[in-house]
């Protein structure tokens, strides 16, 4: 059964950085191009960074290149999001995504607002 868990989500001021984690189960993780996305109310869900299985490419959605760091760790089948210089428009519930794979996690919440 594939499962996520997300955290590290919160309250956060403009300017101010989280880190975000997503533990995965039920597949082969070192196999598997990971993704995050995020929802905010009212708007569809959007892809925002995404890492082939080794951890050596990486691309972002072009309005957090620059803040934000996707990256993994294969023996612990996490993935990462660090979220620097954090914005009102970039709060959302953050999801982690295995390609290839329909299922979601709960998803963790970032607010950015003073």
């Known amino acids: 059964q594939v499962q996520f868990v997300e955290s590290g989500g919160g309250l956060v001021q403009p300017g101010g950085s989280l880190r975000l984690s997503c533990l995965a189960s039920?597949?082969?993780?070192?196999?598997?191009?990971m993704s995050w996305y995020r929802q905010a109310p009212g708007k569809e869900r959007e892809l925002v960074a995404i890492i082939n299985s080794s951890g050596g490419t990486t691309d972002y959605k072009p309005s957090v290149k620059g803040r934000f760091t996707i990256s993994r760790v294969n023996s612990r089948n996490a993935l990462y999001l660090q979220m620097n210089n954090l914005k009102p428009d970039d709060t959302a519930v953050y999801h982690c995504k295995a390609q290839g794979y329909p299922e979601w996690g709960q998803g963790t919440q970032v607010t950015v607002s003073s």
């Open positions: 039920g597949f082969t993780f070192t196999n598997t191009v």
